[in-house]
C-alpha cells in the first residue's frame, strides 16, 4: 500500500530537549516536504527536498532542520524546540517532474512544547 | 501575500442543506493546479480533487461539486444535501510551475453540519 508514515503521531515535550520527527514514504517519490498547521493560518511550508542530499528552506523553515540521506526518509528535526513550534505537522511525497503530480500526506504529528 | 484566500471561517448548516465554500486564487502563472483537501475531526488530509487551469469544466462527484471560474480566480466548492459526516475543515491550494510539489494553502473552512 503506497504511504507516508509519520512518527511519533502524538508528542509533549519541553522546551529546549530536541526532539526529531521521522516521516517514511515507500512510493520511491523524489520530493518530500513537511508542512504545520496552525489555526488560521492553514498549511506552510517549512522545508522541501527535491532529491536525496538535496533540501531547500519552505516558508517558515526557522527552529528546524531536516536531512535527506535517503530517497524514503525524510526527518524534521528541533534542536531546541519552543513553545511557538506547537502545531500539526504533516509530511508529504511526490514524484517529482510528472506534469499531473499526487500528493501524499502523512497522518500528522501533534507536538505540544511546554 | 497570501495566494489563496478562504474568506469564510466557519459555516454551519443544517443536515440536508447545500453549503458552498468559496476559493479566490493569485497567481500570474497560466499553467497551475487547484486542489481541494477534508480534514476530518481525526485530523489526517483527504484528498478531494486536483483540477489544472486549462479545464474550466465543472466537475460532479456525488454530492461534492466544484466550480472553476478563471475570469474570476476561482474554484468553488459545494456539498449538496450535506450529512453530520461532512463536517470538518475544508482546505483549497494553489501549485504554481515554479514550485511543483508545493501546495499553497488557503486558511480553511470549517464546515459544521448539525442533525
Known amino acids: 500500500e503506497a504511504q507516508v508514515t509519520q512518527n511519533p503521531r502524538y508528542l509533549i515535550t519541553v522546551t529546549g530537549k530536541k526532539l526529531t520527527v521521522t516521516c517514511s514514504q515507500n512510493m520511491n517519490h523524489e520530493y518530500m516536504s513537511w508542512y504545520r498547521q496552525d489555526p488560521g493560518l492553514g498549511l506552510r511550508q517549512i522545508y522541501y527536498?527535491?532529491?536525496?542530499?538535496?533540501?531547500d528552506k519552505g516558508d517558515v523553515p526557522e527552529g528546524y532542520k531536516v536531512s535527506r540521506k535517503e530517497k524514503r526518509n525524510f526527518p524534521l528535526i528541533l534542536e531546541s524546540p519552543s513553545p511557538n513550534q506547537t502545531s500539526l505537522y504533516f509530511c508529504?511525497?511526490?514524484?517529482?517532474?510528472?506534469?499531473?503530480?499526487?500528493?501524499?500526506f502523512g497522518p500528522g504529528t501533534r507536538l505540544t512544547v511546554t | 501575500a497570501q495566494k489563496v484566500t478562504q474568506a469564510q471561517t466557519e459555516i454551519s448548516v443544517v443536515e440536508k442543506e447545500d453549503v458552498t465554500l468559496d476559493c479566490v486564487y493569485e497567481t500570474r502563472d497560466t499553467t497551475y493546479y487547484l486542489f481541494w483537501y477534508k480534514q476530518p475531526p481525526s485530523g489526517e488530509l483527504v484528498f478531494l480533487i486536483r483540477r489544472n487551469s486549462f479545464d474550466e469544466q465543472n466537475e460532479i462527484s456525488g454530492r461534492y461539486s466544484w466550480n472553476f471560474q478563471k475570469s474570476t480566480s476561482s474554484f468553488n466548492f459545494t456539498i449538496t444535501a450535506s450529512q453530520v459526516v461532512d463536517s470538518a475543515v475544508y482546505f483549497c491550494?494553489?501549485?504554481?510551475?515554479?514550485?511543483?510539489?508545493?501546495?499553497?494553502f488557503g486558511a480553511g473552512t470549517q464546515v459544521v453540519v448539525t442533525p
Open positions: 527536498s527535491m532529491n536525496v542530499e538535496v533540501t
Open positions: 508529504a511525497s511526490s514524484q517529482q517532474g510528472a506534469v499531473s503530480y499526487e500528493q501524499y
Open positions: 491550494a494553489l501549485s504554481e510551475p515554479d514550485s511543483w510539489g508545493k501546495l499553497q
